[in-house]
């Protein structure tokens, strides 16, 4: 809230005045990272959804930008290639379609890995599901299309709604019943919070 005193530091002035500005720029970034998830998680409350960041993170702050989207009540989805697989879609065109690419990923990736299919109609979640992917990422489907996509998966897999989702339309894919919402906005759209230092000297 205005005001409110996030941190007070004591030190010499030069390191203080030096550091200041990078500082602020890592507080501003990231508390608007959790500030704007906090509002996403509160638009979906009372519903089963699940909030979770993407990838599109800035270079180099991967780490800090998710640890932001927790601090603001959300989840994270994968942070690297090494921690699932999700096959979109010129993934399935150089494998030759769904249930080839989701045969390779079973054959070379690690039994503990979560096998994920980006789709975009309703005949490929079908096939998806049968295929045996864990997660059907259902994108730019509206609500209707997550409801109708939900009701034929019948909980064979998880469900993730993805694309086009903002905060006018991320209450309508919660109720649509998705096990979760992904919102790459999180992270490569969050405004920057105003935060400034006050300095206060004292004379030792």
């Not at 990231?30 to 996403?40: M, W």
């Not at 090494?82 to 249930?99: E, M, P, R």
């Not at 993805?162 to 759209?189: C, Q």
């Amino acid at each position: 809230s205005p005001g409110e005193v996030l941190l007070t530091i004591h030190g010499a002035a030069r390191p203080v005045l030096s550091a200041e500005r990078v500082a602020l720029n890592f507080v501003q970034r990231l508390s608007g990272i959790a500030t704007l998830t906090q509002r996403y998680v509160a638009a979906v409350a009372g519903t089963e959804a699940i909030v979770v960041d993407t990838r599109k993170t800035t270079p180099g702050l991967r780490t800090l930008e998710k640890y932001a989207v927790r601090a603001g009540g959300g989840q994270n989805h994968r942070t690297g290639l090494y921690d699932g697989v999700l096959i979109k879609d010129n993934h399935l065109v150089a494998a030759g379609g769904i249930t080839a690419a989701v045969r390779v990923a079973r054959r070379h990736g690690s039994h503990l890995l979560r096998v994920e299919v980006e789709v975009d109609t309703l005949d490929q979640a079908r096939e998806a599901v049968e295929a045996g992917a864990d997660v059907i990422l259902l994108d730019n489907f509206d609500a209707t299309g997550l409801r109708e996509a939900v009701a034929m998966i019948a909980g064979r897999a998880m469900t993730e709604a993805s694309g086009g989702i903002n905060l006018t339309t991320v209450r309508a894919a919660a109720e649509a019943g998705v096990t979760l919402i992904s919102v790459g906005a999180l992270t490569h759209s969050a405004p920057a919070i105003d935060v400034g230092l006050d300095f206060d000297f004292v004379i030792a």
